[in-house]
């Protein structure tokens, strides 16, 4: 039997796999991160915007559309939902999930864009700064 003769085999294939997975998750995990912190990058451009966030009609300030969007965020991580910063915006922060209406911003001396567009500039700017 070929185990028998060679005992170390055994080892080295599990040390490997354990490698293997480890090497996984620490990938997994910077990925995470670097969405996490690219969302939160995102937050905080729309608070410090000074732009309005318009949802099914209505518009809100930029805190009232940043803490409504961490809630879809936190709703999107629960069932990981959301692996990238674009997943986050095509999901939470394009459009309403009940009326399915586009959300859109408007800005000091600038024409109301929708949302999508905008936060995906945020986004460049976001990682052109890392």
């Not at 060679?6 to 996984?24: I, K, M, V």
């Not at 991160?33 to 995102?42: D, F, G, M, N, V």
């Not at 399915?100 to 949302?115: D, F, H, I, N």
């Not at 945020?122 to 052109?128: C, E, F, G, I, T």
Request: aromatic residues 10%; positive net charge; charged residues 15%.
């Amino acid at each position: 039997m070929p185990h028998q003769r060679y005992p170390w085999t055994q080892a080295l294939a599990a040390a490997f796999l354990l490698c293997s997975l480890a090497a996984g998750a620490q990938t997994a995990s910077s990925d995470t991160s670097t969405t996490e912190r690219e969302i939160h990058a995102l937050f905080q451009a729309l608070q410090q915007s000074g732009c309005e966030f318009a949802r099914n009609g209505q518009w809100y300030s930029a805190s009232e559309a940043s803490a409504h969007l961490q809630r879809k965020y936190s709703y999107l991580q629960k069932r990981a939902l959301a692996p990238t910063a674009e997943d986050f915006i095509a999901r939470a922060a394009s459009q309403s999930s009940m009326s399915g209406k586009p959300y859109l911003v408007r800005c000091p001396g600038q024409p109301e864009v929708r949302s999508q567009p905008w936060f995906e500039s945020q986004l460049a700017k976001v990682r052109a700064a890392q």
